[in-house]
């Protein structure tokens, strides 16, 4: 057991204004009905909520564009969206946030959609409207062209994949971003929050941030106990070739893999938690712009570890400001830290 002293954080901060970081994944936006349920449907045993708010944010990638851009970072975001209404609401979202953006359309598919029905602070109903097939050939083109450029002029040194499993992460897209990022010649750090079907075609990535379920279905080993998550993390270093892993495990906080012999746990930093929507999209959001303002990777996650304890303290899809960051970093004297290296 280790003690590691948060004064030094607060200082970072700063650093992490104008960052770059460059956002691939699945795009989509996030509708919530909020209202009250004060009686049970006599059409069928489900309540009835009288709507009284509603309102629409970013969801998936652009929600992790979200995050970076709230703490002051300068996210591009390369993604796919329909050609329909809700994708004129989708940009019109992500012009409002202002963020950089190159979102393709596909009149084959639509934007994705996820509606939330939200009683007395508790989630109901989500209904969901999106389509899961793989990307056509050309419209798949057409997002590796868009990351082509945006990388090529940018000079991107972090690239966050966000993979929900809506058809844009798939074998023939990872080919073409793996010979994208070797005609760069560069060392982008490229960061994946992962879907369990896709985990084959994660292979060589800077970091992978599975929760405690992922981590079980990549490697086919059990998580219950520390030793076992400490296997199935070393499996999937071994079996993907990734350099570092940090596997999310809800209130239980964070496992860090530094290496296959180096793991480090990090308490979780949340005090109150209404809704954990949107957590992960926070913790590989701040960690990507951390990384792209030269920070080290411990400092990152521990950064991250309490930008996703203020998120949970909120319902819905959330994101931390650069006060809050602060103020919750500030409330922390100090990060204990447990060695779970064997």
């Known amino acids: 057991m280790s003690t590691i002293a948060a004064h030094h954080l607060p200082t970072l901060l700063p650093r992490l204004k104008d960052a770059r970081v460059c956002i691939v994944g699945d795009c989509m936006l996030d509708e919530y009905l909020i209202g009250d349920a004060e009686r049970i449907s006599p059409e069928a045993p489900v309540p009835v909520v009288l709507a009284e ?8 990638a652009g929600n992790v564009a979200r995050n970076i851009r709230m703490l002051e970072g300068r996210p591009l975001l390369v993604s796919i969206c329909g050609q329909d209404e809700r994708a004129d609401l989708l940009r019109a979202e992500l012009e409002r946030e202002q963020i950089e ?39 798949r083109q057409n997002v590796l062209d868009c990351l082509r450029q945006a990388l090529n002029r940018e000079k991107m040194e972090v690239l966050i994949v966000s993979d929900y ?37 994660y ?12 981590t079980h279905e990549a490697s086919g080993l059990p998580v219950e106990s520390r030793t076992e998550l400490l ?13 570092h892993l940090l596997t999310t495990l809800g209130a239980n906080g964070m496992a860090l893999f530094l290496a296959s012999d180096t793991v480090i746990h990090i308490p979780s930093a949340a005090r109150h938690v209404f809704d954990v929507t949107g957590a992960g999209d926070t913790v590989i959001a701040v960690i990507g712009l951390c990384l792209a303002a030269g920070l080290p990777l411990l400092d990152a996650c521990l950064i991250a570890n309490q930008a996703a304890g203020v998120v949970v303290g909120h319902v819905g899809a959330a994101s931390v400001t650069p006060a809050e960051l602060h103020a919750a970093i500030l409330a922390c004297e100090d990060h204990t830290l447990e060695d779970w290296s064997e």
Request: charged share 25%; glycine share 6%.
């Open 203 to 214: 292979k060589n990535a800077f970091l992978m941030t599975p929760n405690r379920k992922e």
């Open 101 to 139: 953006y190159h979102v393709s359309a596909d009149p084959e598919r639509p934007t994705t959609l996820k509606t939330r029905v939200i009683a007395r602070n508790q989630q109901v109903l989500r209904i969901d409207r999106e389509d899961r097939r793989p990307l056509g050939p050309v419209a």
């Open 231 to 243: 296997a199935a993390g070393r499996a999937i270093l071994k079996n993907l070739a990734c350099r």
């Open 165 to 201: 499993g809506k058809g844009l992460i798939s074998p023939a897209f990872m080919a073409g971003l793996a010979d994208i990022l070797d005609s760069l010649h560069s060392s982008c750090k490229v960061l994946i929050d992962p879907k369990t079907p896709n985990f084959p075609l």
């Open 53 to 60: 708010e509603e309102h629409r944010v970013l969801g998936g």
